[in-house]
């Protein structure tokens, strides 16, 4: 198991690049709940693949899924929200996942 240390700076930006798959919430809170569904199931993955020209080409190993992924987010200081994701998934997915839900706002600050 790998825990991601992550921090959003703005959370009214944490959107990713297409609405129907991106992050809708408010709080630290929320975010983490949203971040560990998209690790334990397959939902997101399969909801962006079909919107593919090729769904049926696109790597199914990025549909992996961990069912013991947990996540918690707090405020830290000035406005930047921090999330512990705690996963198996390697990097490559946890990366794909989180652009989805909130595009390029966040930012991975160790790992453990």
Do not use: C
Request: glycine share 8%; charged share 30%; net charge negative.
């Amino acid at each position: 198991m790998t825990t991601y240390f992550l921090s959003v700076k703005d959370m009214a930006k944490a959107r990713g690049p297409d609405p129907e798959l991106a992050f809708e919430g408010i709080g630290p809170e929320k975010l983490a709940a949203d971040i560990a569904g998209a690790m334990r199931s397959d939902s997101l993955f399969q909801r962006w693949r079909a919107k593919q020209p090729e769904p049926d080409e696109v790597d199914p190993s990025l549909g992996v899924t961990d069912p013991g992924a947990s996540a918690w987010g707090e405020l830290a200081a000035g406005d930047r929200h921090d999330v512990q994701l705690t996963t198996s998934l390697p990097m490559r997915i946890v990366k794909h996942r989180l652009n989805l839900l909130i595009g390029n706002s966040w930012e991975l600050r160790d790992t453990r």
